[in-house]
């Protein structure tokens, strides 16, 4: 990692004790609690940091607050702003109805119904809820230009001393509710404030704990950033990752990661989307594709955690229950247990029972079909979904239908064609 030559500023544990007094006015810790399943899995001793069990699901209501109690009476009575994807803009809305404070919240037009639900139900009549653009990115621009122009105090996401600190104060409850040292955290990164907060802190105070970064492969703004010295602007984003999804990394936020994280790891969102259903499977937790991206993590260090003491922080639960036959998708997609292929029928009856039985195993499933009968031609092309019980029957599978002579192009090996066919 290339270190940036003076970090401007960092927390120190006293600024992190502080904000936890803060806090304690409306909240006590959130547990850590052991996973036996993950335990088993990785020979270690694997706890979960519940931040899913915050008053607004995840961990984002602890900067938001501490830094809405460092205001002036003169400053918040001008009114708040924030921008963000959804869990951020619970923490400040909820955070307005509790101080009294007026809030305008911009959120991209793609935050999860469910979590724009959850800022209206908190903010109550305190927040005016405005929706912009695709990105948190393009939301966060239009909410400083609200900022600039009426004078109310901008509420940052994650690229703020006082948030940073708030969010500290996860890595403090961590050490204080660990019953033995810890070996490695694992924290999820969007805009890095909890990155930046809770290894300010361990790194402090427990210098010997290793704090892995995780980002989405699809969104690592501060992977980028630390490989380049500085933050940069993603050219592309895949904006499934919500909770995680920023396009360019905080300047404070990147200066500290850069210092403090041991390792940054990024995971494909298919990952993400199983181990989202093992946690609900295994472990009776929803967790929102933010929150599951440390645990999704573990593999990659798999080798290295036997024997270990090792916490993975659930970030949010914030999730939309419309996604869930998305998440499913995505899962098997990266699993390898569904294909889709363009697929060219002979314009004949029978043809599609001809290739279910000349084709299909014995546990494999047609779960996608579209075809159209074109007039004059010999053949037509089909879209066809096929699941499978396991990935190596998907060898077996192509296997049969070029034995059947079957013409067909696989959709799974181009991305382009995917997006536009299925």
């Given at each position: 990692m290339q270190t940036p030559e003076k970090t401007p500023w960092r927390p120190q544990p006293k600024d992190i004790v502080r904000a936890?007094?803060?806090?304690?006015?409306?909240?006590?810790?959130?547990?850590?609690?052991?996973?036996?399943?993950?335990?088993e899995r990785y020979g270690a001793t694997?706890?979960?940091?519940?931040?899913?069990?915050?008053?607004?699901?995840?961990?984002?209501?602890?900067?938001a607050y501490n830094k809405m109690r460092s205001l002036s009476p003169d400053e918040l009575a001008k009114g708040v702003v924030c921008a963000s994807a959804g869990n951020h803009a619970q923490g400040v809305a909820w955070s307005c109805a509790r101080l009294g404070i007026r809030g305008t919240i911009y959120m991209p037009a793609t935050t999860p119904k469910q979590k724009q639900g959850q800022v209206k139900f908190f903010g109550r009549d305190y927040?005016?809820?405005?929706?912009?653009?695709?990105?948190?990115?393009?939301?966060?621009?239009?909410?400083?230009?609200?900022?600039?122009?009426?004078?109310?105090?901008?509420?940052?996401?994650?690229?703020?001393?006082?948030?940073?600190?708030g969010q500290g104060t996860v890595g403090l409850e961590i050490l204080a509710q660990s019953p033995a040292p810890v070996d490695y955290v694992f924290v999820p990164i969007g805009g890095g404030g909890l990155a930046a907060g809770l290894g300010s802190y361990l790194k402090a105070m427990s210098p010997e704990t290793k704090i892995i970064g995780v980002e989405p492969a699809g969104a690592a703004s501060m992977k980028a950033a630390i490989e380049?010295?500085?933050?940069?602007?993603?050219?592309?984003?895949?904006k499934f990752v919500d909770g995680a999804a920023v396009r360019k990394a905080g300047t404070l936020t990147h200066a500290i990661c850069a210092e403090v994280l041991d390792d940054i790891v990024t995971v494909p969102e298919g990952k993400i989307c199983t181990t989202i259903l093992e946690l609900y499977n295994l472990n009776a937790i929803v967790a929102e594709p933010a929150g599951a991206l440390s645990i999704a993590a573990l593999d990659s260090y798999a080798d290295r955690l036997k024997g270990k003491n090792v916490v993975c922080i659930v970030s949010g639960n914030n999730n939309d229950i419309t996604r869930t036959e998305e998440i499913r998708e995505r899962s098997l997609l990266y699993e390898g247990l569904k294909h889709y292929f363009v697929v060219r029928f002979p314009q004949r009856s029978g043809a599609l029972r001809d290739f279910a039985r000349d084709v299909l195993g014995p546990t494999d499933d047609i779960t996608h079909f579209a075809y159209s009968k074109r007039t004059h031609r010999e053949q037509g092309p089909a879209i066809v979904g096929i699941e499978v019980a396991a990935r190596e029957d998907f060898e077996g599978l192509v296997r049969r239908m070029e034995l059947a002579g079957i013409t067909y192009s696989h959709l799974n090996d181009d991305p382009d064609l995917f997006d536009l066919l299925v």
């Amino acid at each position: 990692m290339q270190t940036p030559e003076k970090t401007p500023w960092r927390p120190q544990p006293k600024d992190i004790v502080r904000a936890k007094e803060v806090l304690n006015e409306i909240f006590t810790d959130t547990p850590l609690l052991p996973t036996l399943n993950l335990s088993e899995r990785y020979g270690a001793t694997v706890l979960l940091k519940r931040e899913d069990l915050q008053t607004v699901r995840s961990y984002k209501i602890r900067g938001a607050y501490n830094k809405m109690r460092s205001l002036s009476p003169d400053e918040l009575a001008k009114g708040v702003v924030c921008a963000s994807a959804g869990n951020h803009a619970q923490g400040v809305a909820w955070s307005c109805a509790r101080l009294g404070i007026r809030g305008t919240i911009y959120m991209p037009a793609t935050t999860p119904k469910q979590k724009q639900g959850q800022v209206k139900f908190f903010g109550r009549d305190y927040i005016d809820p405005v929706l912009v653009g695709d990105t948190f990115d393009e939301a966060a621009a239009a909410a400083s230009e609200f900022s600039r122009r009426t004078g109310g105090m901008f509420i940052h996401a994650f690229d703020d001393p006082r948030v940073i600190e708030g969010q500290g104060t996860v890595g403090l409850e961590i050490l204080a509710q660990s019953p033995a040292p810890v070996d490695y955290v694992f924290v999820p990164i969007g805009g890095g404030g909890l990155a930046a907060g809770l290894g300010s802190y361990l790194k402090a105070m427990s210098p010997e704990t290793k704090i892995i970064g995780v980002e989405p492969a699809g969104a690592a703004s501060m992977k980028a950033a630390i490989e380049r010295g500085a933050p940069v602007e993603l050219d592309t984003m895949d904006k499934f990752v919500d909770g995680a999804a920023v396009r360019k990394a905080g300047t404070l936020t990147h200066a500290i990661c850069a210092e403090v994280l041991d390792d940054i790891v990024t995971v494909p969102e298919g990952k993400i989307c199983t181990t989202i259903l093992e946690l609900y499977n295994l472990n009776a937790i929803v967790a929102e594709p933010a929150g599951a991206l440390s645990i999704a993590a573990l593999d990659s260090y798999a080798d290295r955690l036997k024997g270990k003491n090792v916490v993975c922080i659930v970030s949010g639960n914030n999730n939309d229950i419309t996604r869930t036959e998305e998440i499913r998708e995505r899962s098997l997609l990266y699993e390898g247990l569904k294909h889709y292929f363009v697929v060219r029928f002979p314009q004949r009856s029978g043809a599609l029972r001809d290739f279910a039985r000349d084709v299909l195993g014995p546990t494999d499933d047609i779960t996608h079909f579209a075809y159209s009968k074109r007039t004059h031609r010999e053949q037509g092309p089909a879209i066809v979904g096929i699941e499978v019980a396991a990935r190596e029957d998907f060898e077996g599978l192509v296997r049969r239908m070029e034995l059947a002579g079957i013409t067909y192009s696989h959709l799974n090996d181009d991305p382009d064609l995917f997006d536009l066919l299925v």
